[in-house]
């Protein structure tokens, strides 16, 4: 710490450079906050270091496909070049490279392979258990990814026939489209 | 294209959480590793790197890569980063065999790791599940376990596989990660053992599951030339086979099995293939590598294989993917005790991704390091002395070189690569 003579000299000498860079007088420091860390151990040290973001994401090319479940409509793909058709679908095709153009997909199909799932990754945790189909169509080459509602693990199984059902309020997510058995499993 | 060799390996011991060591100090001990066990290798020999690891969100640390080779000291030399899901280390692994087959370089460093401990486990699933098509497949309910369930639920459909056989490989690997130090976990189960632990996404139950892990492997790769002077006991890599699929599975199609050179036809009248019971990545691999290495048969000329068991599922649909056995014919494989330690072709006796788990980056390098160790005979000498899981040559001592395969396999089966491994050393060292 300096003297008080010393600090008035300092100030002193400060004044009289007028042109000089001035002297710092008081506290300079970050203002303090009761932010603090959670700590989860301090050997190694381990603290909680949250990490949030919104994307703005945009479905492209694959638009078509979620307003058509806001208006109760499966839309799929059609390759223009070999006609080959998928229920998932893409904007060009897999097969020979060709450009698609959007079909109507039919609202009935069947399980064409399922599982349910106890635990899950964290966004869809609180939903377990819940029931992951792929169906499959008639006249459509490829599947597609659903929620199999009204059903348990016991009763589902492959060639369940299943038709789709639509929530009534759109949240333009994949799941804006569910399957439910078509009769009493 | 010449010949390549692996010249050393290392690793750490993967584990749930290693909050001690940051990525970057896990590399340099795996890399210290493989240094100290080919004491004529130093830092000037190696001509650059490649690094593995898969998620950029796990660590939240971009350019996680070069924090790693400056922490092994190997900075200004050429180095690059290597991504593909489940199978970035084997990618890394033969990305580094490409550096050098090409004659770009003669010594290289393939390191990987991976840090899944900073978030907690069901976030971690959803990292990882933000590996399927983030328009039409996450937010179904992206879940890797939920999807490889499907995939076992249509190969029971169609060939009548059970969960038994299922648990069969879980208890298999388990048992023979037993007398594996660098294993994670050692249990001792049983079959009911299995199917009693809780239920994940039905049919595969937590121990059908492997391990998300932290942890560290290297492999280094030379030249021919280099290798005869800087290593007593090289290992050939004989050759690589890499395949690849659609990302979502809706997409895959339904049409004819590609054959290996001891298939028939005939034995797939009507099945549809790969549909979602099979991953062609991994027949195209296998083709590939083992058309390159001239393997006509591998349930012949393969002494063992390291395949990525990341659900006991995937073990018994690569078994066929690999040609071990039919297609359809992988529950009967592991009833017939084939794939055990003991058995005419051992699987995964390391204990393989659910014994030793799956820090992802350094997945696949883990599987070149063991399969190194087997074909040098060292299996002992890395492991306090222990060889219980050291492969023994399977048939008389004036054939081939003792070989191995080591298979790497990413997200319901995008990418899938196979690597051909072979001893060196005089079949007769191996007791055959």
């Known amino acids: 710490m300096k003297s008080k003579a010393a600090a008035k000299k300092t100030a002193t000498a400060g004044r009289a450079k007028a042109n000089g860079p001035k002297p710092v007088y008081g506290k300079v420091r970050l203002p303090e906050t009761d932010q603090g860390a959670v700590v989860f151990r301090t050997d190694p040290l381990i603290i909680k270091d949250h990490y949030e973001i919104d994307y703005i994401h945009s479905y492209g090319e694959d638009s078509p496909f979620f307003t058509g479940l806001a208006q109760g409509k499966l839309m799929g793909s059609e390759c223009t070049g070999c006609g080959y058709r998928f229920a998932t679908p893409r904007a060009y095709c897999m097969a020979c490279g060709g450009p698609t153009r959007w079909i109507e997909l039919p609202l009935e199909g069947r399980v064409h392979t399922w599982t349910t799932c106890y635990f899950g990754s964290e966004a869809f945790l609180k939903e377990t258990p819940f029931n992951l189909a792929l169906v499959e169509f008639d006249g459509v080459n490829t599947l597609l990814l659903v929620r199999l509602l009204g059903v348990t693990e016991k009763e589902i199984r492959v060639g369940l026939p299943v038709k789709a059902k639509f929530r009534r309020l759109a949240q333009f997510k994949p799941t804006d489209v569910y399957f439910i058995p078509t009769e009493k499993a | ?289 083992y058309e390159k290495a001239g393997i006509e048969d591998p349930r012949e000329e393969l002494d063992f294989v390291e395949l990525h068991d990341a659900y006991t599922s995937s073990e018994i649909q690569t078994y066929e993917d690999m040609g071990l056995c039919r297609y359809g014919q992988g529950g009967k494989f592991i009833d017939a005790g084939k794939p055990e330690l003991t058995g005419s072709l051992p699987v995964n006796p390391s204990g393989g991704l659910l014994a030793c788990g799956h820090p992802v980056g350094a997945t696949g390098l883990m599987q070149a390091v063991f399969a190194f160790w087997q074909l040098q005979g060292n299996i002992a000498r890395h492991n306090d002395g222990d060889g219980s899981f050291q492969v023994k040559q399977k048939r008389g001592m004036d054939r081939r070189p003792m070989r191995g395969a080591i298979h790497s396999h990413a997200g319901t089966g995008t990418y899938v690569t196979v690597s051909i491994l072979e001893s060196t050393r005089s079949p007769m060292a191996f007791g055959a």
């Not at chain 2, 580094?96 to 010594?107: F, N, P, Q, T, Y």
């Not at chain 2, 169609?158 to 038994?164: A, D, L, R, W």
């Not at chain 2, 294993?183 to 121990?207: F, K």
């Not at chain 2, 059908?208 to 892990?213: A, E, H, K, L, V």
């Open chain 2, 1 to 289: 294209m010449r010949p390549v060799y692996m010249i050393s390996g290392g690793l750490t011991k993967f584990t749930k959480a290693e909050p001690r060591k940051s990525f970057r100090v896990m590399v340099k001990e795996a890399f210290d590793y493989a240094m100290r066990d080919c004491p004529k290798l130093t830092l000037d020999r190696i001509d650059g790197t490649v690094v593995s690891y898969f998620s950029d969100h796990f660590t939240r640390q971009l350019m996680a890569g070069i924090m790693a080779v400056d922490m092994c000291g190997l900075v200004p030399k050429p180095s690059i980063r290597v991504e593909g899901g489940g199978s970035t280390g084997g990618l890394c692994f033969q990305e580094a065999w490409r550096h050098v087959a090409s004659g770009w370089m003669d010594c290289v460093v393939a390191m990987g790791f991976e840090v899944m401990s900073h978030v907690n486990t069901w976030k971690g699933n959803e990292f990882i599940a933000l590996a399927s098509d983030t328009n039409f497949d996450y937010p179904v309910g992206g879940f890797y376990s939920g999807y490889y369930a499907m995939m076992v639920v249509r190969h029971m459909h169609e060939f009548g596989t059970t969960v038994e056989q299922m648990a069969k490989v879980s208890v298999k690997n388990h048992r023979n990660a037993l007398h594996n130090k660098w294993a994670q976990h050692h249990y001792d189960l049983t079959v009911e053992d299995v199917r009693r632990s809780p239920m994940v996404a039905y049919p595969l139950t937590m121990l059908d599951i492997c391990t998300m892990s932290d942890g560290a492997a290297v492999a280094i790769l030379a030249s021919e030339k280099v290798a005869e002077k800087l290593c007593e006991n090289p290992v050939r890599v004989l050759a690589v086979g890499q395949g690849t699929d659609a990302m979502r599975m809706s997409d895959r199609p339904h049409g004819e099995v590609p054959l290996l050179k001891h298939e028939d036809a005939n034995w797939y009248k009507g099945l549809k293939y790969p549909g979602v019971h099979s991953f062609r990545a991994g027949r195209m691999a296998s083709k590939m590598a």
